[in-house]
């Protein structure tokens, strides 16, 4: 496209106000007889001229030209849809579009859909994106720290909860305890580090065995006596626990897996029994005990010790078959960072424990959910994040779509800091299978993920891959440009090309969402995150030594909550 000569600049003015017409990123309008076409400016450029430049003069004004890239139409009827039915001809006019046709492109907020901010080249212009898709079809909010991704997410949060979705279902998993100022009158918040009344609670007994068992081991169990034993025990277990409880009605269709409580310690004293057990003679002879062990102290069991060259006593039939896994299924279970996935225990007998877990963990009446993992070492809260992401997707798959969660209910999971949890380490496995297998099946059963990270390029090719909505803030990073770009269309390429230059606050919004990429201001919640920069008024304070008294007895509350000897 080739700017009139005689206009003046790039931002001519029109009703009182500028309109940019050479920014990257704005909006032109081709008009084609009833309908009109729309197109983004993805490059802005001079056309060679072969007069001599000086001082005075730098080229002809008629050389100036923009790149357009058709996006969508306008019809007849003043109603958008993407893609085109025409092409423009050579010497057809190019207009900047003013507010009406803006307001046809981006609907007002209403029960569908839901105000983010405005456009950076229009302020006047709301931008609302469509709920129904920004949940089913997952959605990245990306950007380098200071951008404003936290501040981005809580505004689309408070949006949801103060406008037309008073029943929501929110979970946001918050690793740093930025959100519970910014969503305090809308959500619940629920804490590892938290009272009773705001602890978070993540049940073992939930899992399948072999979850139970990688969980407390730290590594994925190939021992096949180990899993088929440990599989063994836990059936029993659950299976006592259904003979003495009083809201289960038949004890004989449980299993391994079937997510009721189970005691743990007991299990733990009998692996530990058998892979320790010497006997007095062959093949099931009397145990040579020394000392009687405690499930519920987590004390063993200790045994004389085997005869040398085959004579008595002897070992038992497990003996030393689990290897070292009793001792690290013990040292978890006594590790104070693991209380939150020992409670609720096998002691409640009376009712569903379970319905009291995923009820707090959905928020209660609160449309917004906020689980604080600030204060947990990361291996602890790897584990923790892919227990709840596969509980509750296990929950919304066996949910019908007239009642209960999912279908009828959608979730919608937010992973602040997701790179850090769905990275290609070891403890963060089960949050990387979890939150990829939603992301390939989640848009089916009712369960959304929101993935908020700072690194794209660290997040799962299949996770990242699914994400329909990308909300991208400044990025500055090579690397997680080019990621980021690779999932964008070609035809916003040049609208990419801006990402390190974005202010704090403005995105590039693309995708299912949103009816055309848009650059975006988004605006500014109310009340903010806790996630601005420290200040340095302390720096001018009068010099003293730091006290750190504060900061030290929250720590030891944490990981030392109980003196226990391993």
């Not at 400016?41 to 001082?55: H, M, P, Y």
């Not at 901010?117 to 079809?137: H, I, K, M, N």
């Not at 892919?386 to 509750?392: A, E, K, S």
């Not at 201001?521 to 995150?529: A, H, K, L, M």
Request: with cysteine; proline share 8%; net charge negative.
């Amino acid at each position: 496209m080739r700017l009139d000569p005689d206009l003046a600049g790039v931002s001519p003015l029109w009703r009182g106000k500028l309109q940019p017409v050479g920014q990257v990123g704005s909006i032109m309008i081709l008009p084609q007889g009833p309908v009109q076409l729309l197109a983004a400016v993805t490059l802005v450029g001079f056309s060679e001229t072969a007069q001599e430049l000086n001082a005075r003069t730098f080229a002809p004004s008629s050389d100036r030209w923009l790149e357009l890239q058709l996006l969508g139409e306008i019809d007849a009827f003043g109603v958008f849809q993407r893609g085109v039915s025409s092409y423009p001809g050579l010497d057809d006019p190019v207009h900047f579009p003013h507010s009406e046709i803006l307001a046809a492109v981006h609907p007002k907020p209403d029960k569908n859909h839901v105000q983010v901010g405005y456009l950076a080249a229009s302020p006047t212009t709301p931008v609302s994106l469509d709920l129904q898709r920004l949940v089913s079809r997952h959605s990245v909010v990306v950007g380098s720290t200071g951008s404003g991704k936290t501040s981005a997410v809580s505004t689309i949060l408070q949006q949801i909860a103060r406008g037309e979705w008073p029943a929501a279902n929110v979970v946001v998993i918050d690793p740093h305890g930025e959100y519970a100022e910014a969503l305090a009158d809308v959500s619940s918040v629920l804490s590892v580090a938290g009272d009773e009344n705001g602890s978070l609670q993540v049940p073992y007994w939930a899992l399948p065995a072999d979850d139970i068992l990688n969980v407390l081991t730290g590594t994925v169990a190939s021992n096949a006596t180990l899993t088929n034993r440990f599989s063994e025990l836990v059936s029993n277990g659950r299976r006592k626990y259904a003979e003495v409880c009083g809201w289960l009605a038949n004890a004989e269709d449980v299993n391994a897996d079937t997510p009721i409580p189970f005691d743990l310690h007991d299990v733990w004293h009998q692996l530990d029994y058998d892979n320790s057990l010497v006997v007095a003679r062959k093949p099931d002879g009397d145990p040579k005990v020394l000392v009687e062990g405690d499930p519920q102290s987590l004390t063993p069991t200790q045994f004389e010790p085997y005869g040398p060259g085959g004579a008595a006593p002897f070992q038992g039939p497990l003996y030393n078959r689990f290897l070292s896994a009793p001792s690290h299924i013990r040292a978890r279970m006594k590790d104070p960072r693991f209380d939150f996935f020992l409670k609720p225990n096998a002691s409640v007998t009376d009712h569903d424990p379970f319905e009291d877990v995923l009820s707090d963990w959905l928020g209660g009446e609160q449309p917004i959910s906020v689980l604080d993992f600030s204060g947990v070492p990361t291996e602890a809260a790897d584990v923790a994040i892919g227990v709840v992401l596969q509980l509750l997707f296990e929950l919304c798959l066996r949910s019908t779509a007239e009642q209960g969660v999912g279908r009828h209910r959608p979730v919608l999971i937010v992973i602040e800091e997701a790179h850090r949890f769905l990275g290609d380490n070891l403890t963060a496995r089960l949050a990387r299978e979890s939150a990829n297998r939603i992301a390939r099946e989640g848009r089916k059963y009712g369960v959304g993920m929101m993935l908020v990270s700072q690194r794209p390029s660290e997040l799962p090719d299949t996770a990242f891959s699914q994400a329909g909505t990308v909300i991208s803030l400044r990025l500055t990073n090579a690397a997680d440009q080019a990621r980021l770009k690779s999932g964008l269309p070609d035809a916003i390429s040049g609208l990419a090309d801006s990402l390190p230059a974005l202010r704090t606050g403005e995105a590039i919004v693309s995708g299912e969402a949103i009816s055309l990429p848009s650059r975006v201001r988004i605006e500014v919640p109310n009340p903010p995150p806790r996630a601005a920069d420290p200040k340095l008024h302390g720096w001018r304070d009068k010099a003293q030594k730091n006290d750190v008294s504060v900061a030290l007895a929250e720590w030891r509350g944490i990981t030392n909550t109980i003196e226990r000897e391993l």
